[in-house]
């Protein structure tokens, strides 16, 4: 099996041997069947055991995985018509961002989302899936778009971040971000964002100020990557594994946090195992969020969203405290 | 600057393609050889290709006539105010000379014919530039002429289309061609204000006031393969800022790279992905949506 993670080796080298005697019984008169059916049962509590019990860690691995399944590819399975909008009529045309318009199950949408490559080549044309300002101004221009012609918006998270650099600092990453969360903040349709990779930090939630935001159960959304964690923590980027836990950075922990919908569950051992049975997942989650946002009014939606974000966060009040004169 | 690009295409490919007229028995432009590629191809061939060059994929630019009949349905255009003329307000030498000129050479009264006519069904608004006639420049009656088209686009709510081909804005009619600008600008804001879809398809070229008015403010900017598009010339640029301009300088797909479009679309596959863009935009019942 290609792109197979540690973790789940014990599960790998066990279907392997499996299939080996089952080729074995075919070529002979052994009757194996018992302990086939033996190894099958086995088979079925490791996999529960290992994919039901995955560490933050390994879902880190499963989120970066070089096959997991990009916008494009749940695009052009969850959507129809789909038409790919470019450039942000100032600077570019990002590659890391793509959007257009689209139909699901016969409603219109806009549809936004992050790009990685699935090659080298690609990935060299896509940045890696890390946005210029550009990208994220050509996001919000499709988002107007959306909002005059009154479709809702889905938007597609899956990005290490923003990219780090010269001409992005020029040309105003900081304000491109920025923007879109204001923007965002006060569009008049349904916008739900679903983090499908790695949701890196502001470069993600410039795609992410939704009335509903899901995860993918093996995505990840965090403030900062766990090697960068770890490097301003302890001063030791190999540490990354122990920050990904300390980090609270997987669907399961922003689920209980409170800032995540819903966790969209993956496919057994990842979404890059069977890219048209995941985006059926997405697709009932989908269904059923926007069910429910296009009940409510233009004015209410708005609302909506502010409260979402305005509900996020942990305080108190001290009983006694030092005044300031 | 721009002159020189007109009447150097001009040459170049209109000596080889048969008009209108000419087109039932082609006895001159039988054969045609393509500006890009250089291959002689059959003219009756490269007109069925909707004159596309089938060697390299060239595009040849098109007359009104020739995009209504390639973009509409079959008998589906009604022509709007298609008799409003030009005046001389200026008292323009040969103005008026000059018009009557282009109309006998174009069979058109103006640069621009506007209307209304369906795409697979899908009924629109549509004005369409023809860089015959006066190198398509923008004066009073084209000015007014997209305005209406806008204006009814709006009073019928249906999406408005239009092929932008153009020099810029007119000279024998100063700055009322400028202020043309403005008006168009403005349909177009209240238009889109109540909602109104506007798709600007750019064709070779598209220079000057209208590039930089109606051609750059659809809900869509589309541009063919290789049409010029900039609002300086290109040698004004180079004079300027004294530097050689690189070869693809203000080609559509130049344009696409810099963010300005948001497609470049081929001939051959626009009515399509226009039908798609309209069909979206048609939106339609959504049953399960409602339990
Ligand atoms: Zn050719």
Not at chain 2, 53 to 63: K, R, T
Not at chain 2, 88 to 117: C, I, Q
Not at chain 2, 227 to 245: K, M, P, V, Y
């Amino acid at each position: 099996m290609v792109g197979e993670l540690e973790f789940e080796r014990p599960v790998i080298e066990l279907k392997k041997k499996i299939s080996e005697l089952k080729e074995f019984t075919k070529s002979t008169d052994v009757d194996l069947s018992s302990e086939i059916e033996k190894l099958e049962e086995r088979l079925e509590k490791l996999e529960k055991e290992i994919y039901e019990n995955i560490k933050p860690w390994n879902r880190v691995q499963i989120a970066r995985h070089p096959d997991r399944p990009t916008t494009l590819e749940y695009i052009s399975h969850l959507f129809t018509d789909f038409f790919e909008c470019h450039g942000d009529r100032n600077f570019g045309d990002d590659e890391a961002i793509v959007g257009g318009i689209a139909k699901f199950h016969g409603l219109p949408v806009t549809v936004i989302g992050h790009q990685r490559g699935k090659d080298t080549k690609e990935n060299i044309r896509r940045n890696f899936g890390m946005p210029h300002p550009e990208g994220y101004r050509k996001a919000l221009r499709l988002m107007r778009q959306a909002e005059k012609f009154k479709r809702p918006i889905i938007c597609f998270i899956d990005t290490k971040g923003a990219y780090p650099g010269k001409a992005a600092e020029e040309r105003g990453q900081s304000e491109a971000i920025a923007r879109n969360l204001f923007e965002m903040a006060g569009l008049r349709v349904p916008v739900i964002c679903i983090v499908i990779g790695e949701g890196g930090s502001g470069g993600a939630l410039a795609l992410g100020v939704g009335n509903h935001i899901h995860m993918l159960e093996n995505s990840t959304y965090s403030v900062i990557s766990p090697e960068g964690a770890a490097a301003l923590l302890w001063k030791d980027a190999s540490q990354a594994k122990r920050a990904a836990e300390t980090m609270k950075i997987t669907a399961p922990d922003l689920k209980e946090l409170g800032i995540i919908d819903e966790i969209i569950p993956e496919v057994k051992g990842g979404a890059h195992k069977d890219v048209k049975k995941q985006s059926e997942y997405i697709d009932q989650i989908l269904m059923k969020s926007l069910k429910e946002l296009v009940k409510i009014s233009d004015e209410e939606l708005v609302v909506h969203r502010y409260w979402k974000y305005k509900a996020i966060g942990e305080y108190s009040f001290a009983a006694e405290y030092v005044k300031v004169n | 600057m721009l002159k020189d690009i007109f009447t150097k295409s001009k040459k170049k490919k209109y000596a080889t393609i048969p008009s209108e007229a000419a087109k039932q028995d082609v006895p001159e432009g039988i054969m045609t050889k393509c500006p890009k590629c250089k291959k002689i191809m059959y003219t009756k061939e490269v007109s069925k290709n909707l004159k596309v060059c089938i060697n390299c994929g060239y595009h040849y630019q098109m007359n009104a006539a020739e995009r209504l009949q390639s973009f509409l349905d079959e008998g589906s255009f009604e022509e709007w105010n298609g008799g409003m003329v030009s005046k001389n307000p200026l008292n323009f030498p040969d103005y008026f000379e000059k018009l009557e000129k282009d109309r006998e050479k174009t069979k058109m009264n103006e640069a621009v014919v506007t209307g209304t006519g369906t795409v697979n069904g899908f009924q629109v608004a549509i004005a369409v530039m023809d860089a015959n006639f006066r190198m398509g420049s923008m004066g009073s009656v084209v000015g007014e002429k997209i305005t209406r088209a806008i204006e009814k686009a709006d009073e019928l709510s249906i999406p408005f289309i239009i092929f932008t081909a153009s020099g810029g804005a007119r000279m024998q009619e100063g700055v009322l061609s400028l202020m043309q600008m403005a008006k168009t600008s403005a349909a177009l804001k209240r238009f889109s204000d109540n909602g109104g879809l506007t798709i600007s398809i750019m064709t070779h070229p598209t220079t000057g006031g209208v590039s930089a008015s109606f051609a750059s403010l659809g809900d869509y900017n589309f541009a063919e393969p290789g049409a010029l598009i900039g609002f300086a010339g290109r040698r004004i640029i180079e004079q300027t800022i004294r530097e050689e301009l690189p070869e693809d300088f203000q080609t559509a797909e130049f344009l696409l790279k810099h963010g300005q479009l948001d497609a470049v679309i081929s001939r051959l596959d626009l009515k399509e992905k226009i039908t798609t863009i309209l069909d979206v935009h048609a939106g339609g019942e959504v049953k399960w949506l409602e339990n």
